[in-house]
């Protein structure tokens, strides 16, 4: 199991920049990917970027050139670094661990609430 905590969120104006951190309680590297969602009202939850033990990243077209998923090993902790942010960012992310053994469990983060007015 893994227990992910969030934080970082709040309200920006648009063009901002913001950075959400995720702290989890075991070793990143033992997890084979961590990533972070978003989930605006009304819309259903999206990946916005993700990150595996061995490095490799992907992200959501529309983040593209904006967001940067990185990790710090040695604190067991996930960033998502999000600049030029715009209003429709405005949602509430959602970090996630996917472990894979004989099944994939994925366990999720409370969320933290990202505002960007215009």
């Known amino acids: 199991q893994v227990q992910l905590v969030e934080s970082g969120g709040g309200l920006v104006q648009a063009g901002g920049s913001l950075r959400l951190s995720c702290a989890a309680s075991?070793?990143?590297?033992?997890?084979?990917?961590m990533g972070w969602y978003r989930q605006a009202p009304g819309k259903q939850r999206e990946l916005v970027a993700a990150?595996?033990?061995?490095?490799?990243?992907n992200y959501a077209d529309s983040v593209k050139g904006r967001f940067t998923i990185s990790r710090d090993n040695a604190k067991n902790t996930v960033y998502l670094q999000m600049n030029s942010l715009f209003p429709n960012d405005t949602a509430v992310y959602y970090c996630?661990?996917?472990?894979?053994?004989?099944?994939?469990?994925?366990?999720w983060g409370q969320g933290t609430q990202v505002t960007v007015s215009s």
């Open positions: 990150i595996t033990s061995l490095g490799s990243t």
């Open positions: 996630n661990a996917r472990i894979t053994t004989f099944i994939t469990y994925n366990y």
């Open positions: 075991r070793n990143i590297l033992s997890i084979n990917a």
